[in-house]
Structures are given as C-alpha cells and as structure tokens.
C-alpha cells in the first residue's frame, strides 16, 4: 500500500468511492452529501491510499487546518488497515506543523472507527437529515508526554508579559528546541518547579495544555519529580486563565 497526494483524475475515482461509502452508510443515494462533495472537493487536498494502480480509499481535508472533510475506503478493503494509515499520515503531517489537534464531524454510525484510532467527542451531535453527526477530535503531541526536552527560555521568571505590561511571569516560559518545524513554528513551554530567571531548561513533559481556539503549550518539569495537578494548574493560571484549555497529564498515561 502506497499514500500519495491525490490529482485530478484521481479525485473523480475519489468521488465514486464517496458515493459507494454514503450508499453502504445508508442503503440510498444520499444527494446533499454527494453534491456537497462535487462543489467543494476543488478547496480539499485529498490523500490517497493505493493498492498497486487501483484506488482503495482516501481522506479529504482542510488545507490549514487538516480538519478531516470525508474518509471511505473501498468496501472490499475495509477492515485492512488503510483507514487507520491514512489517519496515520494525515496525524503525522499535523505534528510536523505543531497543530494541537485533528477534528471532524462524523455520522454516529462510524463514530466506532474514529474512537477505536483515539479519537473524542468533543460536543453535542446534530441531526443532518437521515443523519445525527458528532463533532470529534483528536489530540496531538501525546507521544511528548514523559519524553525528555530542552526548553529554551524567552520570557523569564520575573519579567513582565510584553503586551501586557501589568503581567507578571512568575514562571519561565519559552519554546521546545526539538520541535521546531521547517516552517519555523515552535511548541510553546511553561518550565515548573524553577523559580528563578534562567535561559534553557532540560526536564520532563508532565503535562499539554490544549487551547481550544489555538496550539498547544507543553509543561516542562524536572527529571523523576511527582506533581500535584492542581498546584501546577493554580501556577500558570496568570496566563492560561484568559484561554479555554485543556489540561493532560503524563502521570495519567501510566
């Protein structure tokens, strides 16, 4: 199996895969999801995965924003794996550019495909005709947690936030070297448990705070040092309490 970007004879094939996906969904043609697909594909990228020359399945996506539009996959080929590598490849190209997470929205019956890959409701379902369509999510960056980074310090503990100037950083806070992108996009990181000025930092991810509305920001603690969630979350609420976040922890993943 080969993944590649789609062309534009390919996208026709695509389109015929979409069709035989909403049909098998439904037992019916059903005309607004097909034609809604026809209309906006252009705006789409597509990937596709390929056994030898014949289209077996693809995903559809928002260029920026990599939220996923559709996904089918030949009916003879499901249950192969080629939902899950082409989800694969699409998670990979978000943690390359440092997204905090990938979203779409499902039908409820193939919500079970999406929880078994990772991932979550993220809000209420909504009727769409024939329909009940279920926002969802999933979180990247998980694999940092319990990992080992430096962190490079751009605002210091004591400075004052520089749009800000009534902010104070009781906390350093910078960006993680080793993920910085060819794009130079970086992941923003609070350093806890140093309550002094310093320039870089090596410690352990205890936690990823997930913005809502943007990226995510990691939290830098040191080597083999237990935390209380509570008190890490009371320290860099100066900040984080003007964001609808999210909290995760790495001592929850043991």
Not at 14 to 37: N, Q, R
Not at 156 to 183: A, K, M, R, T
Not at 199 to 209: D, H, Y
Not at 214 to 237: L, Q
Request: net charge negative; aromatic share 12%.
């Amino acid at each position: 199996m080969r993944i590649e970007t789609l062309n534009q004879d390919q996208r026709k094939q695509a389109l015929e895969l979409a069709h035989e996906a909403v049909v098998s969904l439904s037992g019916t043609p059903v005309t607004a999801i097909e034609k809604f697909l026809e209309e906006h594909t252009a705006r789409f990228d597509m990937l596709g995965a390929f056994n030898e020359e014949a289209l077996t399945g693809f995903i559809a996506y928002e260029p920026e924003s990599l939220r996923i539009v559709f996904i089918a996959v030949n009916e003879k080929y499901r249950h192969t794996g080629i939902g899950t590598a082409l989800c694969d490849t699409l998670r990979q190209k978000g943690t390359k550019h440092h997204l905090s997470r990938l979203s779409t929205n499902v039908p409820s019956s193939v919500k079970g495909f999406f929880d078994a890959y990772g991932f979550e409701q993220a809000g209420d379902p909504v009727k769409a005709g024939e329909f009940s369509i279920l926002p969802m999510e999933y979180l990247l960056g998980r694999e940092y947690l319990g990992r080992t980074v430096t962190v490079t310090v751009d605002r210091p503990y004591g400075s004052f936030h520089p749009h800000n100037p009534d902010v104070l950083y009781s906390l350093n806070f910078g960006y993680v070297d080793e993920l910085i992108s060819d794009d130079g996009e970086f992941v923003d990181a609070w350093i806890y448990g140093l309550y002094e000025p310093a320039e870089t930092f090596r410690g352990s991810v205890i936690g990823i705070i997930y913005h809502k509305d943007g990226p995510s920001r990691f939290i830098v603690g040191r080597i083999g040092e237990t935390y209380n969630k509570e008190d890490v979350m009371d320290a860099v609420a100066f900040d984080e309490q003007y964001y609808d976040t999210r909290f995760i922890w790495a001592s929850d993943m043991n």
